[in-house]
T-cell receptor
């Protein structure tokens, strides 16, 4: 079974509007972390936001927020006030456990295009 | 913030040659590093977990003899693609988290685009 599922291969959003990128995960572990990374065309992986499984409040980092619904096992990324520079691939990821040797599992990604 | 340096960023080689890719953690120690492979417009596929001072752990389907991993120090892991062939052409990217302390995120190198002719 897939650990991380991203069902939106591509998304379009108008500049300055908000957009939600979907992510669902599958784990039986109690301790895990959920992450979103941005990958522009240059290939680098840019960390955006993190949510721990025990965190009760949704994580926020500037224009990024993570809508964490534990019971539904979803961790959607919300980008507010989209900018042209937000156009990129976005990957949802999960780490089971909290140690440096725990593997990260990545979803298939969502290609976001921001229209002027 | 923590920085992971990966070199080279791009390499073109002839079929049958070996290529070495270096991954360094510049300002932290990492007993564990990860190597990923990414095909165009696809996700990152974990190839192996590199462990300092011991053998790497390879994911199912990844050839150990084709992709040699050496993690000789706490700040350096290398991936050698041996006898490279065109089907090995891909984007390879390494990552690490600091050994000491608790750090949530994975720090990535900038990746290496390998093209085998």
């Amino acid at each position: 079974a897939q650990k991380i599922t991203q069902t939106q291969p591509g998304m379009f959003v108008q500049e300055k509007e908000a957009v939600t990128l979907d992510c669902t995960y599958d784990t039986s572990d109690q301790s895990y972390g959920l992450f979103w990374y941005k990958q522009p065309s240059s290939g680098e992986m840019i960390f955006l936001i993190y949510q721990g499984s025990y965190d009760e409040q949704n994580a926020t980092e500037g224009r990024y927020s993570l809508n964490f619904q534990k019971a539904r096992k979803s961790a959607n990324l919300v980008i507010s006030a989209s900018q042209l520079g937000d156009s990129a691939m976005y990957f949802c990821a999960m780490r089971e456990g909290r140690y440096n040797f725990n593997k990260f599992y990545f979803g298939s990604g969502t290609k976001l295009n921001v229209k002027p | 913030g923590a920085v992971v340096s990966q070199h080279p960023s791009r390499v073109i080689c002839k079929s049958g040659t070996s290529v070495k890719i270096e991954c360094r953690s510049l300002d932290f120690q990492a007993t564990t590093m990860f190597w990923y492979r990414q095909f165009p417009k696809q996700s990152l596929m974990l190839m192996a977990t590199s462990n300092e001072g011991s053998k790497a752990t390879y994911e199912q389907g990844v050839e150990k003899d084709k992709f040699l991993i050496n993690h000789a120090s706490l700040t350096l892991s290398t991936l050698t693609v041996t006898s490279a062939h065109p089907e090995d052409s891909s984007f390879y990217i390494c990552s690490a988290t600091p050994t000491l302390g608790y750090h949530e995120k994975l720090f990535f190198g900038s990746g290496t685009q390998l093209s085998v002719l």
